[in-house]
């Protein structure tokens, strides 16, 4: 398998306790990515990337279209999403070796932080 192929038009809010928050982007971001925040850089949302400790915490998943460095964005951090991406209802999805990309268990290596990003609760939402 691969990273999971997030249609940016179609990541959204799938749930009626959903939370978000506005952050500073600290880098260039997609609708649907995986991001954490950079407590070495003013707590700016990055890229989350599970091959270094430091990035392999997921704050959460980015709902603004494309953002650069330095544009405010919103990030969804609880409840349901709307993922953008086809997936096998019931499978557990974790932060990819691709900076902000979502994959499955079976794509992870040895040395790789493990990060439960979400599971499927349909074949588009978790």
Known sequence: MADLSITAANVGVSSTVAKANTVTAGEAITRGMAVYLDS????????ALNT???????????????AADGDIILVQTVGGIKTGASMTKGQAYYLSTTAGKIC???????????????????TTTA
């Not at 499955?104 to 349909?122: E, G, H, K, M, W």
């Open 52 to 66: 270094a400790a430091a990035t392999a915490t997921v704050y959460g998943i980015a709902q603004s279209e494309a």
């Open 104 to 122: 499955p268990f079976a794509d992870l290596d040895t040395n790789d932080y493990i990060f439960l990003v979400y599971r499927a609760d349909s």
């Open 40 to 47: 070495t850089d003013s707590n700016k949302a990055k890229k």
